[in-house]
């Protein structure tokens, strides 16, 4: 059963610097919320308990986020202010939260292989919180999990992009099965277009068997001469054993100042409650 969620937040976020000189891009609010906090509750509905954080330095908000902050607590006890702390206290009321830091910037691939301390030889799901993400009927995690349960095999969230866009995303190749399903037979890591296997890129939503843990650790540099996922995920692709999921639902690329505009704006008009 799958328990665990990861959080690979050592990033910079230097798109929004100078806000992100002195506070980690993941506590950036979309209205009232850090956007992690919107990856955390998502990964909640899926019925995830164990938030594994992988964090670098000038992260320390964040441990502190999913802390009981006794003293402001206290002061807003009886106020009306109380409710706003309400779902954060749930939140870590029902989680277990663990935390660890990435020692060098060396990619993807190496941030979740540093997570590899938190979550052991068990499955395990990836959210990256700058893809914000709203579901249709369920969450787009708690869509995956579903397909896991049935499948038992790693699994990554896909989305149609425009084609001279490849070079932003880990770009997949697969043979249809039913229900928004491809079993992925290429991935490549920010091709140019002309070298794209086609316009169906990976979405920050991943799950994983944890044998790619074995596979991160003999995978070497890639694009930009980091280690990447992709390219561990794609080791596994070949034995046939990674499906792409065309996930229901709509996608905000929160890592990018337009995107970060549209999910508050979405925010503010549709979820947003004073
Ligand atoms: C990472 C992955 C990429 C994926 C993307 C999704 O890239 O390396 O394969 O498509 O996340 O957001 P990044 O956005 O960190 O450059």
């Known amino acids: 059963m799958l328990k665990k969620c990861l959080f690979p937040a050592a990033g910079y976020g230097t798109r929004f610097l100078p806000a992100t000189k002195t506070m980690p891009k993941e506590m950036l609010p979309i209205v009232d919320k850090p956007l992690i906090q919107y990856g955390v509750e998502e990964a909640m509905e899926g019925g995830l308990s164990h938030m594994a954080v992988v964090t670098g330095r000038g992260k320390r908000a964040i441990p502190d986020y999913f802390d009981v ?51 052991g030889n068990e499955p395990f799901a990836v959210v990256l919180a700058d893809d914000l993400c709203v579901g249709n009927a369920k969450g787009v995690l708690s869509q995956m999990v579903d397909i896991y349960n049935q499948h038992k095999c790693s699994i990554v969230a896909i989305e149609e992009i425009p084609i001279d866009e490849t070079d932003k995303y880990g770009v997949i190749a697969g043979d249809a099965l039913a229900g928004n399903l491809y079993r992925v037979s290429n991935m490549v ?86």
């Open 69 to 119: 902050s006794y003293e402001l607590e206290h002061q807003i006890q009886g106020t009306e202010k109380e409710k706003k702390l309400a779902p954060i206290r749930e939140i870590i009321d029902q989680c277990v939260f663990s935390f660890t830091r990435q020692k060098e910037m060396r990619g993807l691939g190496d941030a979740i292989l540093t997570g590899e301390t938190l979550i």
């Open 189 to 274: 890591e920010k091709p140019h277009p002309s070298d794209a296997p086609s316009n169906l890129a990976i979405i920050g939503r991943y799950i994983f068997t944890p044998d790619i843990f074995d596979i991160l650790r003999e995978t070497p540099p890639g694009k930009n001469g980091e280690i990447q996922i992709t390219d561990a995920l794609y080791v596994q692709a070949k034995q046939g054993r990674v499906l792409g999921y065309k996930f229901s639902g709509r996608r905000f690329d929160c890592g990018s100042v337009e995107g970060f505009v549209s999910a508050t704006n979405f925010f503010y008009e549709n979820v947003y409650t004073p």
